[in-house]
């Protein structure tokens, strides 16, 4: 691709992405778009029966009836993660039918959507708009698709909807709850997810909307984490999901002994610099050392008899731990996790479903990521620049999604934990292979062989030293990384631009570029 | 002929299996497989190359099964199967890191030692990392038979090139005679202790010191020896074999093997080894040197941990062994002087000064005569304190202030 331009992180980026003028990233809350949001087109309650009844016989009935055609953008959710039966459904009932040139713009996908590979080759499916991980993103990566992949965080989705950056032409929002009129939630059913989070944005925004259950009950169906009133038609199908991959994953404390360090320096360092304290929002995710991180939390605040006023992020059983033991006043929970978390939301009244539209999208009137005290996140990769990376791995392949990262990065205190080196692939480099996060907004890096802190963060600096933390300069951990790993050479890649990272605010942070040698 | 050496599998990291294969069509062919191709593939094969290189092999297929192995990894699995095609005593020895050369005093705090299987590259790489007292890269009961050449290669190699971020530094190497070979592969290296299992009798810790004398240069630090009571010989031979050399350091029992050999089972009580342990204690203090524990085998127990080791402080050993780096903190938890006992000794490591100082024969702290014996006790335990960080060495100003 030609005529790149360098943008505010110095990183070449395409005027136009898939036929879109596109607005090269300006810097940190720098581009303030001035326009008004995007709206679905005006509907009519005469054309809904008068009784609320909007069921219709099948998925395909549904779509048809949608208006379903060549090119149309389909989105879907991801609560139903790697058990999810729906998204992989729409699809074959296009390519039954014959339609061409789709998009999917899903929240996220999981590696059971490989089976979407076939319409991805065969042009059923002109691109993905999402979070890609696993074999899709290596698909992408091979530069086997025909459109250049937009990743986007949890946030940007919201965002790019609301701005009108992507239409949604019809939403299939699969509900392990729901009555005739589209009321839904998730929180009962055979496919239980807990929360509908994601798929807010989509009802409000998309033109149709069709609701596919496998548990249909009788109006009303409380609370309405969907509402009705957005709802075009509802599907009653007889499974939407598994539930065993609906709440599998990676929702263990990690038991490597090398990452328990890594999340006990964590909660020490926030500890010992006061970024946890009385009263504190925290954030948690759902990875082993995310896991392990809130646990030690949880024995930090209970030894020093702090409250925490509230919890946010991907709930499992260890925040509610908290909740239950009055550790934590509040959970506000936009993605659950296991089944324990559910049973919470059925029964604390202080754990509640949070919109992504209230969380992290970006151009809204407060960004509530700024609230919270602490986060703790991962990455593929962190540069000596503190620049972090977590689409690519240092070979330059795709295979992770964006995912709420960036959004979180705006945390008051933003610790990445990560071990130094992941087998012998080096975690602290010189240059991030992908830009995803600059490293203004990362303050902490906090791994097995030391903890570095952004020298932008002279507050933390002064309240970290004497603490006895093992401190080292950023510069310190790449080298101990070489030392061990060997310096690595760099991926080969092509001109071709595969895929383009979003900045939170719609701005191109990054591309992604084919991969030689792979496929 | 082929020769193979080390790992692979779904669930192998940080290894790499090599299989060599000679014939005559000239030149060295590399087949790598990879999963840090992209980053790594060139020097993978600039150090394979240099290797075989160095051993003469011109003539060769090379395959190599990679799951992400450290260079040193790498180089100690071609020496293997390189062994194997020419019988060849030469070693390949990278750089050493200066920073693994370190002596250690023959009476330092042993409270924990973690062993770790010596022929797994995963758990080697952060050996260093869990503030054990001391690491034990194992040759005996975890590798098997037909793994020793190769696990022999890679402790040497770990020895010399893995960080071990300045911990004690021990080797357990099998029963003699096999132990000598290790000890010929390991006893130059960056080294402290050696420990020697199922010993029984003076002689076999002789023959052990008179080949770390033989392979070692004086001007290479001290190697300590323990040797390891784990059967009902060794038991009775316990004071001959802690005294035998001045190198003994230590005197550990093995529980599972000792406790076999007599013919009784291990219990939660312990009472089957409470004669065995106290025979060990014994022995190492009438030698003058630490009496250290077995292992707990169950590392998803804690609690059960605390009180045996608990319980092992209060027989008068030192330390003992851990097969999981999450025992380790539980031990020095229990090993460490408590508090009440760290102030009980402060008070009468001061009041027998301030008696000696003005010239008094008796010393009694309330109503308690303090004896010499008493005052050694209180000096160990403020020793200990100091040594684990528990009181600044400067406690005695701090206490007047």
Redo the contacts between chains.
Sequence with gaps: MNNLKINAAGRPVPPEVNGEPVVPYMGVGKYKPVASKCSPVIPSCADFPADGNKCVASLKEALVKAGLRDGMTISTHHHLRDGDLVANNVFDIAHELGIKGLRWFPSASFPCHDHLIPYLEDGTIAGIEGSMNGPLGKFTSAGKRERTAVLRSHGGRVQAIQDGEVKIDIAVMAAPCADPFGNANGLGGPSATGVLSYADIDVRYADKVIVVTDNLVAFPCLPMQIEGNFVDAVVLVDKIGFPEKIMGGTTQVTRSPDRLIIAELTARFCEATGIVHDGCIIQAGAGGISLAIATFLHQTAQKNGWKIQAGFGGTTRYMVDMLKDGTMKYILDAQVFDTEAIRSLNENPGHTAFTLNNIYNYHSKGNFATMIDMVSLGATEIDVHFNGNVVTHSDGILLHGIGGWQNCLFAKNTIIAVPLFRDRIPVIVDEVTTLCGPGELIDVVVTERGIAINPLRTDLIAKAADTGLPLKSILELKEMAEAICGKPEKPRFTDKVVGVVKWVDGTVLDVIRQVEGIW | MEAISGNRGTEV??DCFIRIVPDDEPGIRIRLKS?????????IHQLVQEELNFFGIRDATVEIED?????YVIAARVEAAVRQITGTGQEFLLPELPQNRYSTERDKLRRSRLYIPGNNPKLI??AG??HSDAIILDLEDSVSPEKKPEARILVRNALRNN?MMGIELMVRINQLPLGLQDLEMVARQPLNLILIPKCESAETVLTVRAKIEECRDTGEGPVWLMPIIESAQGLRNAYEIAEATPAVAALAIGLEDYLADIGAERTHGAEESFYARSVVVNAARAAGIQPIDSVFSDFGDNEQLLRVAANSKKMGFDGMGCI???QINVIHEAFNPTFPEIEKAKTIVMAYGKAAAEGLGVVAVGSKMIDLPVMKRAQTTIEKAVTTGLIPKEWREIQHE
């Design positions: 990291r940080s999963k840090v191709k992209s980053l790594y593939g060139q020097s799951s992400g192995a450290l260079p790489i952060n990392l869990y960080d999981h780096p999450g």
